[in-house]
């Protein structure tokens, strides 16, 4: 089965910043999906990107982006010019190749201070 | 677009009304998702639904009971809940187009159990 470990439960930076995520998983698959979702203090559950297995090259999304490291089963994600929009839970999750279930980590609570 | 719905936003209920959650898509995904979840924690997978029907079952209690009338349209019904029912209860489509596949998540209903 698979699993994802996100092993920084909280991590806070001042506005402006640059943080980086860490989430490791373990699977046996060669083709997957790894995603990170956002859920700010409103609850709703927000895609920030989104990597598929077989792509060597890291994903983007503005501000948003991951090193996507494959053999190592390392999935991070990186926030640049860090935004007070930006304190929210986030969740690493992974999906196998036309699998049904997303499985998630157990989320890392970041605040950005002013 | 990747808008799903769901209503109410909030729903309290003693442990012997019935009542239902309802979740709305009009992206013409074919699957849908009903999660749970508790405070500080990942979503939990209930149920899927794939082409209007059930295709996983995570042993949900019976007192939750979904239906999927149309690719639009999942409910969740419920009846006879406990109070460690109480939860955010999520609904997510998921969008499948050659090597993309992603879910996404509509913004919740807050469910109290008394």
């Known amino acids: 089965a698979q699993t994802v470990t996100q092993s920084q439960p909280e991590m806070s930076v001042q506005e402006a910043e640059t943080v980086t995520l860490s989430c490791t998983y373990d699977?046996?698959?060669?083709?997957?999906?790894l995603f990170w979702y956002k859920q700010p203090p409103s609850r709703q559950m927000i895609l920030v990107i989104r990597q598929e297995a077989y792509k060597q090259q890291n994903a983007t999304e503005n501000r948003f982006s991951v090193n996507f490291q494959k053999a190592a089963k390392s999935f991070s994600l990186k926030i640049s010019d860090s935004q007070l929009g930006d304190t929210a839970m986030y969740f690493c999750?992974?999906?196998?190749?036309?699998?049904?279930?997303?499985?998630f980590g157990q989320g890392t609570r970041l605040t950005i201070n002013p | 677009d990747t808008e799903v719905t769901q209503t109410p936003k909030h729903l309290v209920m003693g442990m012997t009304n019935k009542k239902s959650l309802k979740c709305e898509q009009h992206?013409?995904?074919?699957?849908m998702y009903w999660y749970k979840q508790k405070a500080k924690k990942p979503p939990e997978l209930m149920f899927v639904y794939s082409y209007e029907k059930l295709s996983i079952n995570e042993s949900v209690p019976s007192r939750f009971s979904p239906e999927c009338p149309n690719s639009s349209l999942l409910n969740l019904h419920l009846h006879a809940l406990q109070p460690e029912d109480s939860a955010l209860y999520l609904c997510?489509?998921?969008?499948?187009?050659?090597?993309?596949?992603?879910?996404?998540f509509g913004p919740g209903t807050r469910l109290t159990v008394l």
């Open positions: 999750a992974f999906m196998g190749w036309g699998a049904q279930k997303l499985v």
């Open positions: 992206m013409g995904h074919r699957a």
């Open positions: 997510a489509s998921r969008f499948q187009a050659g090597a993309a596949d992603t879910q996404y």
């Open positions: 699977t046996s698959e060669s083709n997957y999906y």
